[in-house]
């Protein structure tokens, strides 16, 4: 046997040394508390002989102090951290156990130890539900290993076997002695049956058998009933974030329920999940990435070899003759089990008009539309009806007589279909399209069709089986040999126990729940070391999953300015949010810096989505390894505050991820007011020392910055990345703000008037509008008569150029500034334009380059690297600094527009924002890297 022996202070390696010695014949390992080296080295010498020093393992988490406050809660710790490692036994050193007696403990037969306590919460029988009825299968056989309670939220039980033999308690019962059962075991599906457990598993967690994967139809009708509050809201938001809500938003709530599972609170108050497909854990690792269903038991659906009638019997019960051949589909119907193709396929088949040929629906009909349908449709099909509800006496007289079953699915929830396995127990020859967990089964025990099947292929399987008896004997026979070897109740209940016992072995989820019962019991200790437990408490909790990718949306919560960086923030969230990379949830964060902590921006999410979401706190975020921090908004100050709390984020296994928009304010400082360069500076080398990698929004940005910190080479242990990525230019993608100014028409109609040369951007020295304006001057005065149109709001150092501009003689005649326009009014500006003058001295990348080719406007631009990098053979080019350069350039750019030869924008390459966000994924994710700074 592998024991583990723990050890959490050395005040116990008495007691520790003498179940060493007592159990020197199983393999034996080590588990020391927060111990120095030194004492890990003694450790060595002292259990020399009695366990290798490569099964001493690592010391568990270290607190301050040496309180017995502080010692208990190490205490606490410790425990937790051996659910690590998996073992057949555990000896507590400081348990007070005599070590001889618990060593010989370790060699009783396992019949010789009483059964474990097992709460078993789950319907049964006559609750109208596949599972009760399973449940009253595996009981029996969990019973050989448990003594078990059942756990009951109904008003009659129908189960003698579970009568007679079980203790049947209620929840209310349950709740009040949860704490005497060793083992909980929840069976939870999507439907009301299994209302009462989703508030019970937060509070007692147990091992959860998840029948239906989705689970947002219980949910949303728990939140519809009087009192239900926002159950179904938290629950789809903690499972899909606020990527969830606008999916919801956009797709209306009944398609939401149907297309989202909204079960990550179940999953993650689970002390264990077993399925009984491949397929639902395929949809755990679709759903919430991959790795998602890590740990989980996929264990056979059983299925108990019941006593059929004789065929001969059933069919006189059933009004057959002898010769009549019996198709039956058994379920509930409903829209999902493809009734209504099945009946379409049979009146298309010979079948329908032979009168020999019945067609049986074996179960109750929908409720709704769908059942009013099929009721009407089978009225005109001769020997073809629904049963309606069936007991499990008729459910087996037809299981007996019937010829051939169909058994089709769609739109699954992640249920295995009981149904199926009983046909091929049964021996009848079926038909299933593969779909969800049915694709799963052997295609040699019965004749599966494909998934998206066409009528015609299930028709021909009808008039086969009709046709070939030997083929449905062959297809009985090998049905019934599978069912008996993978799904008979034996050793599924042997497998139950298995996986039910690893889990309370070694499930992070169940331990860490135990350790945070030992923590309440600590009562208080001193500020500081609360503090200190509370950061090892949140560091010591299971991995999220899915992961989180943080986005930073500082700058945007303390002032949303829907202008430049920021409408490039939000242009990139949306875009994450409408297709999270998988595995991965957007969260939008944020700090007020000064080394506060950052906080999940919830409150302003719900403002600015303006969406339909639970209320939720502004709480701590709780970063783990494998999570990504991504700086997107540019908060200078708070970010290089917070350095620290960055690096703490780095030494748990967060990767950090910054974008940077150019590095102007330390290539050109005289551009920027005052201390900008300074705080610049400050800022980029604070995240050049933390940071796993920098993007950049050109690549001429990033070779800038490349070559920068090439020349300032920052501390760090690790090397450096820089990428590159372009930004997106599909305005709508980006929330567009709304709205025209009261004197729109008149403006529109003065740019009509006359050519129109348009630029955008804010008013900044190295925008270049001083020499734009006087390049237009020398136009004027020439007697070329065009427009100048500036769009954008007034920066810094720029208050001579408003007085002259404000002042102009050609002011709203031919010169126009239009200061905080919508995006709505920016559209029909780019409209009724002519073309764009790109002027600036220094840029991280253009954007209204790319949006002029996408209004087809000509462009002239500076000569600058990015300039050329975005625009490339699609733009002429000018350089100079003084007006007559530009206005030359100006002249011989209106003429060739005049004459249809100036480079035309229309094919510019350009990305929309979807884009944008997946080439800063390619980097972040992807390792798509430009350049790689080594460690200094």
């Known amino acids: 046997m592998r024991v583990l022996i723990s050890l959490p202070h050395t005040d116990y390696l008495g007691p520790a040394l003498a179940f060493a010695e007592a159990a020197r014949q199983h393999e034996l390992w080590l588990a020391p508390g927060a111990m120095s080296a030194q004492v890990l080295d003694e450790l060595s010498a002292t259990f020399a002989g009695l366990i290798a020093p490569e099964r001493i393992l690592p010391p568990g988490p270290a607190l301050a102090g040496d309180s017995h406050w502080s010692r208990a809660a190490q205490r606490a710790l410790h425990a937790y951290s051996l659910t690590r490692h998996a073992a057949d036994g555990i000896f507590h050193s400081d348990a007070g156990l005599d070590p001889q007696q618990a060593a010989a403990a370790l060699d009783q037969s396992s019949d010789a130890r009483a059964k474990p306590r097992l709460a078993y919460v789950s319907p049964l029988p006559p609750e109208r539900s596949g599972i009760a009825d399973y449940s009253a299968e595996l009981l029996p056989e969990l019973a050989r290993h448990y003594e078990i309670t059942v756990i009951l939220c109904q008003e009659k039980l129908d189960c003698p076997w579970v009568e007679a033999e079980l203790p049947v308690r209620d929840v209310a019962w349950f709740q009040q002695h949860a704490e005497d059962f060793d083992r909980v075991l929840y069976h939870i599906g999507n439907s009301p049956m299994h209302a009462h457990m989703f508030a019970l598993l937060e509070s007692v967690p147990g091992v959860v058998v998840l029948h239906d994967f989705y689970l947002s ?258 297809l009985g026979q090998a049905g019934a040999a599978y069912l008996r070897a993978e799904h008979a109740p034996a050793p599924v209940g042997e497998r139950y126990a298995g996986a039910i016992e690893g889990f309370y072995r070694q499930h992070p989820r169940l331990a860490y729940t135990s350790l945070l019962q030992r923590v309440a019991q600590l009562g208080p200790g001193t500020p500081a070391e609360m503090a200190a437990l509370a950061a090892a408490v949140a560091e010591a909790a299971p991995p999220n999953l899915p992961r989180r990718l943080y986005v930073d949306v500082s700058a945007m919560v303390q002032r949303d300015l829907k202008t430049g960086i920021q409408r490039v923030v939000r242009a990139i969230l949306m875009a994450l949010l409408d297709a999270p990379p998988a595995g991965y949830r957007i969260e939008p964060v944020y700090t007020r810096g000064g080394g506060t902590p950052y906080r999940y921006a919830r409150q302003w999410m719900a403002h600015a989505l303006e969406l339909h979401a639970p209320e939720l706190e502004d709480a701590p975020i709780d970063a783990r390894a494998g999570d990504i921090f991504l700086g997107i908004d540019l908060f200078m100050q708070g970010t290089y505050q917070n350095e620290a709390r960055l690096r703490a984020m780095a030494e748990r296994g967060v990767q950090l991820h910054f974008v940077v928009y150019d590095i102007l304010p330390l290539l050109r400082p005289d551009c920027f007011p005052y201390g900008a360069e300074d705080d610049f500076r ?255």
């Open 217 to 474: 139809n219980i949910l949303h009708h728990l939140q519809e009933r009087p009192g239900g509050g926002a159950v179904f809201d938290r629950a789809a938001f903690d499972a899909h974030g606020y990527s969830g809500l606008l999916a919801r938003a956009r797709q209306g709530l009944h398609d939401f329920v149907w297309s989202h599972p909204c079960n990550q609170r179940v999953l993650r108050h689970a002390g264990g999940v077993i399925v009984h497909s491949a397929y639902a854990r395929q949809l755990a690792c679709q759903w919430y990435g991959p790795g998602a269903d890590t740990g989980w038991a996929q264990l056979p659906l059983l299925r108990a070899a019941n006593t059929l009638p004789e065929r001969a019997a059933a069919r006189a019960a059933l009004g057959l003759n002898e010769d009549d051949f019996l198709v039956c589909s058994f379920g509930l119907l409903g829209p999902t089990k493809l009734n209504h193709r099945l009946l379409a396929a049979w009146q298309a088949s010979p079948l329908a008009r032979d009168s020999q040929a019945h067609l049986v629906f074996v179960g109750e009909n929908d409720g709704g539309r769908y059942g009013q349908q099929m009721t009407e449709a089978i009225a005109h099909a001769p020997r073809a009806k629904i049963s309606g509800y069936v007991d499990s006496t008729l459910y087996h007289l037809y299981l007996a007589a019937c010829d051939a079953a169909v058994q089709l699915r769609s739109a699954t929830r992640g249920e295995t279909s009981a149904a199926v396995l009983d046909c091929l127990l049964a021996g009848v020859a079926t038909i299933a399209n593969a779909h969800g967990a049915m694709a799963e089964l052997p295609s040699t025990v019965l004749l599966q069709l494909d998934d998206c099947f066409d009528d015609a292929d299930l028709c021909a399987a009808l008039v086969r089986l009709r046709g070939d008896a030997a083929l449905r004997a062959r």
């Open 682 to 936: 400050t800022w980029v080398e604070a995240i050049a020392r933390v940071a796993h990698g920098l993007t950049c929004i050109s690549g001429a940005v990033a070779d800038e910055l490349h070559t920068w910190l090439q020349a300032r080479p920052p501390q760090r242990a690790t090397a450096l990345r820089i990428g590159a990525f372009h930004l997106g230019a599909d305005i709508d993608a980006s929330q567009p703000s709304t709205g025209l100014p009261e004197q729109a028409d008149s403006i529109l109609a003065a740019l009509a008037a006359r050519p129109t040369v348009l630029m955008v951007g804010t008013v900044e020295p190295r925008k270049a509008h001083r020499q734009a304006l006087a390049a237009f001057e020398l136009l004027w005065a020439r007697g070329i008569d065009v427009n100048l149109v500036i769009v954008g709001k007034l920066g810094w150092m720029m208050e001579d150029f408003e007085n002259k501009a404000l002042g102009h003689a050609e002011y709203q005649r031919r010169l126009f500034w239009l200061q905080g326009i919508s995006d709505e009014m920016l559209l029909k500006v780019y409209a009724a334009s002519d073309g764009l003058l790109a002027a600036s001295e220094g840029e991280g990348f253009g954007l209204p380059l790319i949006e002029a080719a996408q209004h087809g406007l000509p462009i002239l631009a500076r000569g600058l690297p990015v300039f050329r990098e975005v625009t490339g053979a699609h733009a002429s080019y000018f350089d100079g600094l003084e007006a007559s350069d530009l206005a030359g350039a100006l002249a011989d750019w209106l003429a060739a527009l005049a004459a249809g030869t100036a480079p035309r924008s229309e094919g510019m390459p350009w990305l929309t924002w979807a884009d944008s966000a997946g080439q800063l994924l390619d980097c972040v994710l992807g390792g798509k890297w430009r350049h790689t700074l080594p460690p200094a």
